[in-house]
Nanobody
């Protein structure tokens, strides 16, 4: 039973912050590359950030300097800290381990 469960989404004003969490079970979490994706209405799903098993991080250009991906292997959890949020960040955010998807968590940035 591989399961990825995202949480932490919500409604936030522009310039605000949210921290998303993805709790993994059923996998040896520490060996996997973990990614955060998002899908906005009418758009394709895109990779937002990725963190390797060794802790290297990569971000799509639109979130560089604002988002930070991290992982806590002891808790089998990957995080996405989102600062300086913009309306264009509005999307459903998904966690992925290369083979499985979480259910997604909605992030809405609006005044």
């Amino acid at each position: 039973q591989v399961q990825l469960v995202e949480s932490g989404g919500g409604l936030v004003q522009p310039g605000g912050s949210l921290r998303l969490s993805c709790a993994a079970s059923g996998i040896i979490f520490s060996i996997y590359v973990m990614g955060w994706y998002r899908q906005a209405p009418g758009k394709q799903r895109e990779l937002v950030a990725v963190i390797t098993s060794s802790g290297s991080t990569h971000y799509t250009d639109s979130v560089k300097g604002r988002f930070t991906i991290s992982r806590d292997n002891a808790k089998n959890t990957v995080y996405l800290q989102m600062n300086s949020l913009k309306p264009e960040d509005t999307a459903v955010y998904y966690c992925n381990d290369g083979a499985h998807w979480g259910q997604g968590t909605q992030v809405t940035v609006s005044s």
